[in-house]
């Protein structure tokens, strides 16, 4: 079992950054891929950037080109997702989920077995 926290969500205005971080627990997760997923409301979850076990590989959704950067650190168990020129159709709740399977990245939510409970980020224009 794994447990994922996430946090450094909140409100801010357009042009704002964010630092968001999922610290996990419970098993090793360090060979595994993890993402950060958004679900805005009324909206289904999306996928925002993935990122592969050793951090090398990462994949970045069409709006978060350029904006966000994905990292992690393994020795702290600790995915981080940096966030610039937020945007309102930024706003939503931020997940971050860690998949079993092996390989590179994972860009569906079907591919992830655990999730965190998510932090929500309100961009106002």
């Known amino acids: 079992q794994v447990h994922l926290v996430e946090s450094g969500g909140g409100l801010v205005q357009a042009g704002d950054s964010l630092n968001l971080s999922c610290v996990a627990s419970?098993?090793?997760?360090?060979?595994?891929?993890m993402g950060w997923f958004r679900q805005a409301p009324g909206k289904e979850r999306d996928l925002v950037a993935a990122?592969?076990?050793?951090?090398?590989?990462?994949y970045y959704a069409g709006s978060a080109k350029g904006r966000f950067t994905i990292s992690r650190d393994n020795a702290k168990s600790t995915v981080y997702l940096q966030m610039h020129s937020l945007n309102a159709e930024d706003t939503g709740v931020y997940y971050c989920?860690?998949?079993?399977?092996?390989?590179?990245?994972?860009?569906?939510?079907?591919?992830?077995?655990?999730w965190g409970q998510g932090t929500p980020v309100t961009v106002s224009s």
């Open positions: 989920a860690v998949t079993r399977g092996t390989g590179s990245y994972h860009t569906h939510p079907s591919e992830y077995d655990y």
């Open positions: 419970g098993r090793t997760f360090s060979a595994n891929p």
């Open positions: 990122i592969s076990w050793s951090g090398i590989s990462t």
